[in-house]
């Protein structure tokens, strides 16, 4: 069943998958621990140290992980014109993610087994989870990084009761040359494993009710940030991609109504937060761009 499982995951273009015993991570303990002892945690991130999903989990025993590359676009953009990072530039990925995924939960609740999706929308940390899958290492930028794609993918999940034969964690390890800690514009990466998510500048653009104080962080990329994997030298390898992006003229950009934002933007995964904080934030970076 794992090699069909692979097999049908190679038809839909997806070619790196793990299986995953779940269990409950003692590990991880320690990881959270250090996370959330300095109130570094944001709404949007998941998982605490009793996290039912590993503790007393009956219903599932595996998990299948598979990675899927995005593209890589480049910082280099006009002045005027404001950006969106790379995971938000192309068809929002929980959509096409899940699409994908959906054929392997049929394939698995065809054969009589549980089979549930999961792309961001869980209390699961899906980073960890693609880390035991030995799909790859944890960078000093706290992203997962495979010797192919870099750090340029997303992670989907299904969990299941059918059981497998488990993939191993992998021995490479990030260079650690500090690259990130250092060009990191609101000093969220530490260095010693621990990530301040408040201080990510892809939170503060993300988040709704912003301080005077975070709007400074507001720049020409209004949504997400791609500096820690831009610096990154195990992105050396992921080709910089020259198609057409999401831009905004920002001197000539109009209010819109919330219906016409949905019409042009609703398939587009910074679309999740709304006209409001769209608008916001290029209206940020105008103002900037006028002093
Ligand atoms: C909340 C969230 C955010 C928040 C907080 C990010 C953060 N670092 O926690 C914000 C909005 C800031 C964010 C930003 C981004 N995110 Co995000 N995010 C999530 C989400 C929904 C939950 C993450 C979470 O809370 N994890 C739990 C915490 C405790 O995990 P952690 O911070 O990674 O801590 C672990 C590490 O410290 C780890 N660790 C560190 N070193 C080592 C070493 C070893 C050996 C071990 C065992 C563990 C370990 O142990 C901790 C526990 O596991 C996940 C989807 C999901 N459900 O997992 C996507 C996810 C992590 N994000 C993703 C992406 C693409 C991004 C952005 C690149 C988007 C962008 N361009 O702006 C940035 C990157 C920022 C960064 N450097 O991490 C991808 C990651 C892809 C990848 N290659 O890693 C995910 C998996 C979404 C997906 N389905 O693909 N994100």
């Known amino acids: 069943m794992r090699n069909e499982i692979i097999e049908l995951f190679k038809e839909e273009g997806l070619s790196k998958i793990g299986f995953v015993k779940l269990e409950y991570f003692k590990e991880l303990e320690e990881t959270y621990y250090l996370q959330y002892k300095y109130e570094y ?3 949007f991130q998941v998982g605490n140290v009793d996290d039912k999903t590993f503790k007393n989990n009956t219903l599932f025993n595996s998990a299948i992980v598979v990675l899927m590359p995005y593209k890589r676009y480049s910082s280099n953009v006009k ?15 929980h959509i096409i993610l899940k699409d994908k995924l959906k054929l392997i939960s049929d394939f698995l609740l065809k054969l009589g087994f549980k089979a549930k999706i999961c792309v961001d929308n869980n209390e699961l940390d899906e980073r960890y989870l693609a880390y035991k899958a030995g799909l790859g290492f944890y960078g000093l930028n706290h992203l997962l990084i495979n010797e192919e794609y870099g750090t340029y993918f997303f992670i989907g ?36 494993g621990m990530f301040d998510g408040k201080s990510c500048v892809s939170y503060i653009n993300q988040k709704k009710n912003m301080t005077s104080r975070e709007e400074r962080f507001i720049n020409q990329c209004i949504f997400g940030c791609d500096i820690c994997a831009e610096v990154c030298p195990h992105n050396d390898k992921v080709t910089i ?3 057409e992006r999401v831009l905004i003229d920002v001197k000539n950009y109009k209010h819109m109504s919330n219906r016409n934002f949905n019409n042009k933007y ?13 608008e916001r934030n290029i209206n940020i970076y105008k103002q900037k761009l006028e002093k």
């Not at 488990?166 to 800690?181: A, P, S």
């Open 79 to 93: 002045i005027d014109c404001a950006y969106v990072a790379s995971s938000f530039c192309g068809i929002d990925y």
């Open 266 to 278: 609703k398939n587009y995964a910074f679309s999740w937060r709304g006209r409001n904080v769209f």
């Open 157 to 192: 999940v299904i969990l299941t009761d059918a059981v497998f034969e488990y993939d191993e964690v992998k021995g490479e390890e990030c260079l650690k040359c500090g690259k990130c800690i250092k060009n990191c514009p609101g000093e969220a990466i530490k260095g010693n």
């Open 241 to 243: 991609c020259e198609d």
């Open 41 to 43: 945690k944001t709404e």
